[in-house]
């Protein structure tokens, strides 16, 4: 019940703070727009993370580099890690999965909390180049050990991974979403969650919004960090 408790809260604070941002944006919604450059347009909402100690204060550093030198390298922005690392942690994940791993920032959020549950992470990338970037900001992190790569097509790989898996997180090509979903959906403990990345009208596979939306053994929500957005899918107990 306790990570169940604290899943909810992270949610509902995602949530409340990309609609407050939202109403405060949109004129007509929530009260009227507040000036640019005043107090508000989100400015309330926003904080950097802090560290706790120094070697979060490490990776959080290099993390902030990761994201300087992140141009062209498809990564989440910062508040999306940030709420990978939320929702892995305070579900106390062992099992973790992630499809497209790019140069390792979102993995990297995703150690953080790993390496208080006592968990893994395997990821999966098809391009050598980032995978190569990846493992070495992996070991600079100090994560090697948490994290496995398999460098590769996840679609012929990911089928290979032994469950139960706590949490998946899908960011590779949009059109596999689906695929990813059938093979690890049966994998994935009751409770656990799978949470996939650019899903918006523009972009999202309707298939795969479809799957997540009309079964009735799962349970999802929809949210938006500020880029792209996430769909949130519990696998019901």
């Not at 005043?38 to 560290?51: K, V």
């Not at 990345?197 to 999802?220: F, S």
Request: charged share 25%.
């Amino acid at each position: 019940m306790t990570n169940h408790r604290n899943l909810m809260i992270g949610l509902l604070a995602f949530g409340m703070s990309t609609a407050l941002a939202s109403a405060q944006d949109t004129p007509g919604q929530g009260g009227p727009r507040r000036p640019a450059g005043g107090r508000g347009a989100g400015s309330a909402l926003s904080a950097a993370p802090l560290a706790k100690d120094d070697g979060e204060k490490r990776v959080l550093e290099l993390l902030d580099g990761m994201n300087s030198r992140s141009r062209g390298m498809l990564s989440v922005p910062r508040d999306d890690g940030r709420f990978l690392r939320l929702m892995a942690e305070s579900t106390g994940a062992k099992n973790v999965v992630e499809l497209g791993t790019s140069h390792g920032y979102s993995a990297v959020w995703m150690a953080l909390a790993l390496q208080k549950t006592g968990g893994k992470l395997t990821t999966f990338e098809i391009d050598a180049e980032r995978a190569k970037l990846a493992r070495e900001h992996f070991k600079q992190a100090g994560f090697d050990r948490i994290v496995t790569l398999i460098e590769g097509d996840a679609h012929k790989e990911v089928g290979k991974i032994e469950g139960p898996v706590d949490l998946v997180f899908l960011d590779a090509d949009k059109e596999g979403y689906l695929d990813y979903l059938n093979q690890l959906l049966p994998k994935l403990r009751p409770g656990g969650l799978v949470i996939a990345h650019n899903i918006d009208p523009g972009m999202a596979d309707p298939r795969y919004v479809e799957a997540i939306t009309k079964n009735p053994d799962l349970d999802t929500v929809f949210a938006n960090f500020g880029a792209g957005g996430v769909s949130i899918t519990l696998k019901k107990r």
